[in-house]
């Protein structure tokens, strides 16, 4: 039981229950990255900044006192959204999605690792286990992946072709 639910966390982090994260950004117009698209708030950029930031604090989270740290909370919603007045240039958005994939690469490590008891409480949390963390992060990935996809129809911001 224990390798089929690690196999099913994992899948989920990696998207692959709909569209990778890798696969949702591919290609996406440079020229569009900072654009606001029809009665949305916020751009693709900072839809994505917002998915990498809130990975990172779960991240952090679970693993801050294995490197001798205390989590600190990140204040809801200013600090899980980067500013709305942020333009950024194509090294922002490479590193906006090498800094996720870095992050999900450990999340990963941390749901292969044999010795990631999922039922542990998070000493410093309220209550929270591991295994809930790892699914919120999916989740929460899962949910924005779908709306930045729709962001890409509405902004005709996929190659012809794309189905």
């Known amino acids: 039981m224990d390798g089929l639910i690690r196999g099913l966390v ?28 029809p009665n949305v708030p916020y751009t693709p950029w900072q839809l994505l900044e917002h998915i990498r930031i809130t990975q990172a604090d779960i991240l952090n989270f679970i693993i801050k006192p294995n490197y001798n740290e205390l989590y ?33 690469k450990k999340l990963e490590e941390i ?3 044999p010795n990631t ?22 989740d ?6 779908g709306e930045f996809c729709i962001f890409r129809q509405v902004m005709s911001a996929w190659l012809k072709g794309h189905e």
């Open 10 to 37: 994992l899948r989920f982090l990696q998207g692959e229950t709909h569209m990778s994260f890798e696969e949702a950004v591919a290609d996406f117009p440079m020229e569009q990255i900072n654009t606001y698209p």
């Open 72 to 104: 600190k909370d990140l204040e809801w919603p200013k600090d899980y959204w980067p500013p709305q007045d942020k333009i950024v240039d194509e090294k922002m958005w490479r590193e906006t999605i090498k800094s996720y994939l870095n992050d999900l």
């Open 111 to 113: 749901t292969q690792n």
């Open 117 to 138: 008891d999922f039922t542990q409480i998070i000493k410093w949390g309220g209550g929270q286990t591991i295994l809930e963390e790892l699914l919120k992060v999916a």
């Open 140 to 145: 929460h990935t899962s949910y924005h992946l």
